[in-house]
């Protein structure tokens, strides 16, 4: 990880023994392995390095890493949208942000007037901010055509609550039944949670390009 801090992840280091008996339950969270030890597996890729870490070793993994990043993009491209997605230098009150994403919602046919005074309904009945900056408002029930997440980047910090000051915001739009790929979509939400320098990457991103970038990068 020296060479791609912000990349990889150690999860474990093994043995080679100990590896070709991990179970594919063991290996869930695992995206590649990294051996100095030519070694098969069925269930994740490997990429052999020497021990000494050659320039062909980081190249190879640096290759690895971009395709990683693509299949983690296709997973969660289709929640967002260009037209979803916006950066403000400020917002006088979250209701007015939350009809301004709506309205970009509605105008796609994605959510009817209904949704609005739902979402408006659950801010009243508890907080909606996941942390001190991460926000995701979202109606009292599953009411839309398709599953999109609008999304707002804040340069000033908005008030949500009496404590927490807010500055990315995402307004959830899910639609009923629809599970495929949910999974990768609330793993983007915890990331965010929970990981102060994500936080930064999508507050610098002041295009959509930029923003995805930010999401699929993460690991």
């Not at 296709?74 to 403000?88: G, N, Q």
Request: hydrophobic share 40%; charged share 25%.
């Amino acid at each position: 990880s020296l060479y791609f801090p912000d990349k990889i992840t150690i999860l474990r280091s093994v043995s080679y023994l100990t590896f070709t008996k991990m179970t594919e339950e063991e290996l869930q969270d695992v995206d590649f392995a990294i051996s100095t030890i030519a070694v098969q597996s069925n269930q994740i890729p490997v990429i052999t390095v020497n021990f000494a870490l050659h320039n062909e070793d980081i190249e190879a993994i640096s290759k690895h890493l971009s395709q990683t990043d693509s299949i983690q993009l296709r997973r969660i491209e289709h929640f967002f949208d260009p037209s979803l997605f916006f950066h403000f230098d400020h917002y006088d009150s979250k209701e007015e942000l939350i009809k301004t994403l709506y309205d970009a919602l509605n105008e796609q046919g994605i959510v009817t007037e209904d949704f609005l005074p739902s979402v408006l309904k659950r801010e009243t009945l508890g907080q909606t901010n996941m942390n001190e900056i991460f926000a995701m408002p979202h109606p009292m029930e599953l009411c839309a055509s398709e599953t999109k997440v609008a999304v707002a980047i804040l340069k000033k910090p908005l008030a949500w609550n009496d404590s927490d000051n807010i500055q990315i915001v995402f307004l959830l739009a899910i639609k009923q039944g629809v599970q495929k790929d949910m999974e990768h979509l609330y793993d983007v939400f915890i990331n965010i949670v929970n990981d102060t320098k994500l936080q930064q990457r999508i507050l610098k991103a002041e295009s959509f390009f930029q923003f995805m970038q930010a999401l699929s990068d993460y690991k």
